[in-house]
């Protein structure tokens, strides 16, 4: 349900009626940020797929260890930590669809954490771009090359 209502917002709902879009996430091994990365996987699965998306979404969390705040926190120091704030984010709308605390935050501390959030999601949102143009070029590349050895052999 998390995820769902963390994708819902990006995706073009309204060109599919009656549809149904399945994502099934395995994790095969964890070691913290398991939401996050799910959401962040997801988000480019569905874009791969050709789902038309308002924008990606990106996925990363904050939290608070020894009254420091951190970004990206690991099982022990989500375990451990003194709080932890998960967060889902559409960079080109700024909308947030997914912020979840456990744990203690100070308003302040909670304003800072969200903003560390958001800035991770940012970052992670820029390698999603990238990872997807990357990916399309090498196909844009091989179907080149292909184009080439056809046009070689008429």
């Known amino acids: 349900m998390v995820i769902r209502e963390s994708l819902e917002p990006a995706i073009f709902s309204i060109m599919f009626p009656r549809t149904a879009v399945d994502i099934y996430i395995e994790i095969t091994q964890a070691d913290g940020g398991t939401r996050c990365a799910s959401i962040t996987a997801a988000s480019l699965a569905l874009a791969d797929a050709g789902v038309p998306l308002k924008d990606l979404v990106a996925g990363c969390a904050a939290g608070k260890i020894e009254g ?85 052999g008429d």
Do not use: H, W
């Open 68 to 152: 420091t705040l951190v970004l990206d926190l690991d099982d022990t120091e989500d375990k451990c930590g003194e709080a932890d704030l998960p967060l889902a984010f559409i960079p080109r709308t700024e909308e947030i669809t997914l912020l979840q605390m456990d744990g203690s935050f100070s308003p302040k501390e909670f304003e800072d954490a969200m903003n560390l959030a958001i800035t991770g999601c940012k970052n992670i949102y820029e390698m999603q771009k990238e990872t997807l143009k990357n990916k399309y070029a090498e196909i844009r590349d091989e179907t080149d090359s292909e184009d080439d050895i056809s046009e070689e």
